[in-house]
């Protein structure tokens, strides 16, 4: 990356951590969208940077909020998510290799289909789910985050129906997606696809998304929960829609 790519990307990954220390989640969806509107990266490329720099945002958060974690939510949630991951992952590399625009158009399908969910108030269970409930949603996510290191929005959804503290949810959530990274780091790195040297520049992004972290916490901003997640939601929904048309118009042959 050039000197001002790499400004822009440290840029982005401030905001998206920032977000995600206030919310829960959308580290990976804001990120990802970014970098597929700016071409800042290739999007198999972003994906690892992204992995690393969640699982530094994940494990700065777990350092104080660990004990809050669902253990038993996070264990079934991880059984399923951990075999999908590779199927994800395996269909990024497929598509990436010579379908470009349909892996831009699935991308921009996710993040739309996540904003629109992330912008619905799920309706509060009296009890919590069985536990084929979190296979399932460990599941897609899974999926998720092999293709994009994005498998917060199907967790976000189903965790937040649950009779469950805000802290529990949240450090559960951020439990999970450090394990992900963990785990997708390790495939990148064992199928021999580590981003050149210019591409791990983004590796710089780590200072910054720490601090964003510290922020959050130390100086959230003076607005109800409410609106930050309406202004993720119009964020996303424009980033995606964005993504999304000008890969179909391509496949479709509009220019």
Sequence with gaps: MSPGELIGF???AFAAAYAQTLTGFAFGLITMGGVGLTGLLSLPDAAMIVSVLTLVNATQM????????AW???????????PLLFAGYWLLEWLADARADMLRLVLGAVIIASSLQLAMRPAPL??????ASFLFFGGIAGLMGG???TAGPPLVYHFYRQPLALATIRET???VFALNAVFRIGLVAFSGNLPGPSTLTGLFAIPAVMAA??????WP???APQVMRRIVFVLLFLSGVSLGVPAVLRLLGVH
């Design 62 to 69: 777990l350092l104080k909020g660990w004990r809050d974690v």
């Design 213 to 218: 972290t510290f922020a959050a916490r130390r």
């Design 221 to 223: 901003p003076p607005i």
């Design 173 to 175: 959530l951020v439990g």
């Design 72 to 82: 038993r939510e996070f264990a079934f949630v991880m059984a399923a998510s951990v």
């Design 126 to 131: 009296a009890q919590k789910s069985g536990g």
């Design 10 to 12: 440290l840029a982005l």
């Design 147 to 149: 293709m994009f290191s």
